[in-house]
């Protein structure tokens, strides 16, 4: 049996603070995202056409404020992923809601997103 304080014994560990050395570089962070991009882009065929798309977290960060709830989301995403060009194909093909959510779960698992079941 132990005796003392319960509350020191289930305290949370504090984290160490860090030092920051220089300042967070985003332009940097940026340029070697562009540079990866390329070997991690989402490639997929619809009605024989080839579409390639980049990972989720490769998008804008303003795509937070466009959307109410995750269905209007997930499409202003994917539309931007396309891109104009890419999205003018896309829209008139045919598509099941089923093949469209197997489309974005994949996408979403290449991109390292937990998608849920």
């Known amino acids: 049996m132990t005796s003392g304080d319960p509350r020191r014994r289930n305290a949370p560990k504090k984290r ?3 030092i920051q050395a220089e300042p967070l570089n985003l332009d940097d962070f940026a340029k070697e995202q ?3 991009q390329a070997e991690h882009l989402y490639r997929f065929t619809l009605g ?3 579409f390639v798309i980049p990972p989720f977290g490769d998008l804008d960060r303003k795509l937070m404020e466009t959307a109410d709830d995750d269905a ?3 499409a202003a995403a994917f539309k931007m992923a396309l891109g104009e060009d890419q999205f003018e194909i896309f829209d008139p ?3 099941s809601l089923d093949g469209l959510n197997r489309l974005f ?3 979403g698992d290449h991109s390292g997103m937990d998608t849920g079941k």
């Open 93 to 95: 093909m045919p598509l």
């Open 72 to 74: 209007e989301f997930m």
């Open 34 to 36: 562009e540079e990866k």
């Open 16 to 18: 160490p603070v860090k």
């Open 48 to 50: 024989g056409v080839d």
């Open 105 to 107: 779960k994949d996408w």
